[in-house]
Nanobody, 124 residues
Framework: QVQLVESGGGLVQAGGSLRLSCAAS????????VGWFRQPPGKEREFVAF?????SYADSVKGRFTISRDNAKNTVYLQMNSLKPEDTAVYYC????????????????????WGQGTQVTVSS
């Protein structure tokens, strides 16, 4: 079992930055694929970014968000720059040790473990 805990959310003005963390416990995390997803108010959950042997981003965040990992700390980060009000959402990290094609990692169904979420609010 893997337990995931997100942190780093908060309230920020448009144009600002936040760094989200996804800390894992329970197993060595370095071989896991980790994805970030978000659920805006009143909308469905959507893919944000993924990291394993490579990274992938949703078009809406490409060039503004960066996903990275520190295996020594069992933590994956999501650096979010140039934030926009439409980035307001609950952000979730998710993990799996199953190998899929890269495209599959943009789907929530690929992941076995989920964190509880952290709220990000971007004011205009």
């Amino acid at each position: 079992q893997v337990q995931l805990v997100e942190s780093g959310g908060g309230l920020v003005q448009a144009g600002g930055s936040l760094r989200l963390s996804c800390a894992a416990s329970g197993r060595t995390f370095s071989s896991y694929a980790v994805g970030w997803f978000r659920q805006p108010p009143g909308k469905e959950r959507e893919f944000v970014a993924f990291i394993r042997w490579s990274t992938s981003y949703a078009d809406s965040v490409k060039g503004r968000f960066t996903i990275s990992r520190d295996n020594a700390k069992n933590t994956v980060y999501l650096q979010m720059n140039s934030l926009k009000p439409e980035d307001t959402a609950v952000y979730y990290c998710a993990a799996t040790n199953i190998y899929y094609s890269i495209s599959e990692y943009s789907r929530g169904r690929a992941y076995d473990y989920w964190g509880q979420g952290t709220q990000v609010t971007v004011s205009s």
